[in-house]
């Protein structure tokens, strides 16, 4: 296969896996970068922009990989288990450990965008998983 098609299916791969993520209301994803990580191969890395109205919410899940969010327009909330919920706005990051349950939410009134950068075993990384309710 050639590698541009093999990168272009991964991709459309990653989008879709996206569009499965636990949300409770609609907002859009756009694919920046994919890619595994060099001598780690096992390891990939991926980067996506999220464009969400202001009713987005998503259902209680977990991330297997590292997430690292950077909200570029608006505010969301965090609510990572064990942690005190946290607003982020346009123009702070937040780092989310893996395996941790957590929702976030929109809460400025004009939705928000935010890149959303996760790194973690190929194939999981950026797969919100429902978690155990406790």
Known sequence: ???HHAAMGA?????????????????????VLKSTLQG??????????FDVDENWVTDRHIHPGHVFVYV???????DVEGE??????????FYEPPDRPMVAQ??????????????????RAHHG??????
């Open 1 to 3: 296969m050639y590698p």
């Open 11 to 31: 991709a459309s791969a990653l989008v879709a896996a996206l569009a499965l993520l636990p949300l409770s209301a609609a907002g859009e994803t756009t694919q």
């Open 40 to 49: 780690q191969e096992d390891m990939e890395a991926n980067i996506v922009r």
């Open 72 to 78: 570029t327009e608006g505010s969301i909330e965090v």
């Open 84 to 93: 005190d919920p946290r607003t982020i706005s346009a123009g702070e990051a």
């Open 106 to 123: 929109t809460i400025s009134s004009d939705g928000a965008s935010f890149i959303v950068f996760q790194v973690g075993t190929q194939g």
């Open 129 to 134: 998983i429902p978690a155990r309710m406790s």
